[in-house]
T-cell receptor, first 112, second 115 residues
Framework: QQQVKQSPQSLIVQKGGISIINCAYE??????FPWYQQFPGKGPALLIA?????SEKKEGRFTISFNKSAKQFSLHIMDSQPGDSATYFC???????????FGKGTKLSVKP | DGGITQSPKYLFRKEGQNVTLSCEQN?????MYWYRQDPGQGLRLIYY???????QKGDIAEGYSVSREKKESFPLTVTSAQKNPTAFYLC??????????????FGEGSRLTVL
């Protein structure tokens, strides 16, 4: 129940296209869902995050869509650019616990 | 600049040796964490600390030890009891109270290779 399942494992998108990464969870107690972006050889950095009281959050070209009933959330990258090529991790947390549960990551390659 | 500094960036170790990875932060964050990253496995929590002189085990604490003698420092020792220590180790910190908000700030990692 503590797992966060992320798909796909890898994704290749043409420049200007839309990149979509999906995550699913089982534990309905999760109350915070961040996405992290990691470039090779670097630590992850927070990209965007959402709470379950909203269904969508947009920051620039990045949008999180959240479906509470389906226990799924996704990251959409509009107008994908080669500079977006990185590994993306979804995560989830429970306020009463000291642990952030990460998905296994999606390696995104944006081709010019 | 404020941030998290991990050292060394690369480390090689012979089997049976203990090794200590350094993590220092100047963000004045109360909470600090150690994660292990393996290809295709995501990030798994080893230990975390919310206050000086106190820390808790994460999901994969066996074979690791930590200390938190200063707010700024949270070193991780990989002991010889860790059966598969070759991995990328990430240190992170957060503001206390934001511990479960996902607002973690990561260092650039230390890559440990056991020969």
């Amino acid at each position: 129940q503590q797992q966060v399942k992320q798909s796909p494992q890898s994704l290749i998108v043409q420049k200007g296209g839309i990149s979509i990464i999906n995550c699913a969870y089982e534990n309905t107690a999760f109350d915070y869902f961040p996405w992290y972006q990691q470039f090779p050889g670097k630590g992850p950095a927070l990209l965007i995050a959402i709470r379950p009281d909203v269904s969508e959050k947009k920051e620039g070209r990045f949008t999180i869509s959240f479906n509470k009933s389906a226990k799924q959330f996704s990251l959409h990258i509009m107008d994908s650019q080669p500079g977006d090529s990185a590994t993306y991790f979804c995560a989830a947390s429970i306020e009463s616990q000291g642990n952030l549960i990460f998905g296994k990551g999606t390696k995104l390659s944006v081709k010019p | 600049d404020g941030g998290i500094t991990q050292s060394p960036k690369y480390l090689f170790r012979k089997e049976g040796q203990n090794v200590t990875l350094s993590c220092e932060q100047n963000l004045n964050h109360d909470a600090m964490y150690w994660y292990r990253q393996d290809p295709g496995q995501g990030l798994r929590l080893i230990y975390y600390s919310q206050i000086v002189n106190d820390f808790q085990k994460g999901d994969i604490a066996e074979g690791y030890s930590v200390s938190r003698e200063k707010k700024e420092s949270f070193p991780l020792t990989v002991t010889s009891a860790q059966k598969n220590p070759t991995a990328f180790y990430l240190c992170a910190s957060s503001i206390l109270g934001a511990i479960n908000t996902g607002e973690l700030f990561f260092g650039e990692g230390s890559r440990l290779t056991v020969l």
